[in-house]
Nanobody, 123 residues
Framework: QVSLVEHGGGSVETGGSLRLSCSASGNQFTSYYMGWFRRAPGKEREFVAGISWNGGRDYYADSVKGRFTISRDNDKRAMYLEMNDLQPNDTAVYYC????????????????WGQGTQVTVSS
């Protein structure tokens, strides 16, 4: 079992940057494939980025490719999302997610979610 807590949300202007972090507590962090999801007001939750257990593979939604970078530090039991060139349509609550395999991590089908952190991008 793992507990996830996100940090780093905030408000920025268009073109700005933020770095989200997800801290994990519990056992065997390296057992988990991880992902970031977001939910904008009035919209469904959507996949943002995912990363394999050892960081060797990463995946991105087309809408963030080239602007966002996902990474993890297994020694620190942490995952990160570096977000650059933020746009107003990136405004959402961002959630950290953990699953036991890559398809579940990418599809949001894993068991573990953080509480979310708000990112607001103003024009």
């Amino acid at each position: 079992q793992v507990s996830l807590v996100e940090h780093g949300g905030g408000s920025v202007e268009t073109g700005g940057s933020l770095r989200l972090s997800c801290s994990a507590s519990g056992n065997q962090f390296t057992s988990y494939y991880m992902g970031w999801f977001r939910r904008a007001p009035g919209k469904e939750r959507e996949f943002v980025a995912g990363i394999s257990w050892n960081g060797g593979r990463d995946y991105y939604a087309d809408s963030v490719k080239g602007r966002f970078t996902i990474s993890r530090d297994n020694d620190k039991r942490a995952m990160y999302l570096e977000m650059n060139d933020l746009q107003p349509n990136d405004t959402a609550v961002y959630y950290c997610h953990a699953a036991f395999n890559m398809p579940d991590a990418l599809g949001g089908a894993g068991m573990y979610w953080g509480q979310g952190t708000q990112v607001t991008v103003s024009s």
